[in-house]
């Protein structure tokens, strides 16, 4: 169809589709231990539902994780979906785990890789360089995301200080630091990537330069997310406005937790809904809204 007989809610607005990668949880089984089983086979079935996975971050409780743990989620993430559309986090508190977690990854054939700051001691924009600087010389050719989340590890990066981090391909930015993506962006030399972790803020992502989103909420719920960066990138803007409704009643649903995804994974046919880590608890209402989400959208 030529572009003057496009309808006006269909035409192009040069904006790039955004990469939607889901931030999938960490399976255990009733007695806490990993459940690989059900990992596997949730990853196949989410391979053809988005761009790629991130793998062992916040959903996937990565501080509950052992080393070995962490290196066998990675390796089932990359069997399934491949190195392109694999992102292994291998953040830790010490750099010292993390450079041990990259030559994991890396040996395995990880090829993109994010590093969350240190975290728990105060860290000084000079620690927090020294880091990253660490983990990009341990990860030789893949590519090195830097991962901000003060709220979680109580180190603020400005964005002129993750631009002077060298060897760095991008970043991924979750709260505060996502409400200031536009400053992130302007501030990264060209070609760097970054990713928002605000899951329904794609549309701003996109419409900033952004890369895409690292979503939780997808991990349970897709579609919404993979429609979303479909209608922005088609400037289909009826498309955008009800995918846009259907994400935000995701997140309004879901809460954004852990706890709520892995809620809603568990209704889907996809593990025990444990936890490692302690959270808060779901109120019998949330539960029944949670129950019929999955009823209806799953």
Not at 246 to 256: H, I, K
Request: aromatic share 6%; glycine share 10%; net charge negative.
């Amino acid at each position: 169809m030529p572009e003057s007989a496009m309808p006006e809610s269909a035409m192009p607005n040069n904006v790039a589709r955004a990469e939607v990668l889901a931030a999938v949880p960490t399976f255990f089984d009733e007695a806490g231990e990993l459940d690989l089983a059900t990992t596997k086979a949730y990853l196949a079935g989410l391979a053809p539902r988005v761009d790629g996975v991130f793998v062992c971050g916040t959903t996937g409780e990565f501080p509950a994780l052992e080393r070995a743990e962490r290196h066998a989620l990675a390796q089932e993430a990359l069997a399934v979906f491949g190195p392109e559309r694999v992102v292994v986090h291998v953040g830790a508190a010490a750099t010292r785990e993390s450079v041990a977690l990259t030559k994991d990854a890396v040996a395995l054939g990880a090829r993109r890789l994010a590093a969350l700051t240190p975290y728990y001691l105060p860290a000084d924009p000079g620690a927090v360089l020294r880091h990253f600087e660490a983990v990009v010389r341990a990860a030789g050719p893949a590519a090195v995301y830097g991962y901000l989340f003060a709220e979680r590890t109580g180190v603020h990066v400005e964005p002129a200080e993750l631009a002077a981090a060298t060897g760095l391909s991008g970043a991924k930015l979750s709260g505060r630091a996502a409400d200031r993506f536009t400053e992130y962006a302007a501030a990264l030399p060209p070609g760097n990537r970054l990713w928002s972790g605000s899951d329904t803020r794609l549309a701003e992502v996109m419409r900033g330069g952004g890369t895409g989103v690292v979503s939780g909420l997808s991990a349970a719920f897709p579609e919404p997310f993979a429609r979303l960066a479909d209608a922005v990138a088609a400037g289909d803007t009826a498309a955008e406005r009800d995918a846009q409704a259907q994400a935000d009643e995701v997140l309004d649903t879901l809460g954004g937790t852990v706890e709520g995804i892995k809620l809603a994974l568990r209704h889907l046919g996809h593990g025990t809904g444990e936890l490692r880590m302690p959270a808060c608890e779901i109120t019998p209402e949330q539960r029944r809204r949670i129950a019929r989400l999955a009823a209806t959208r799953g």
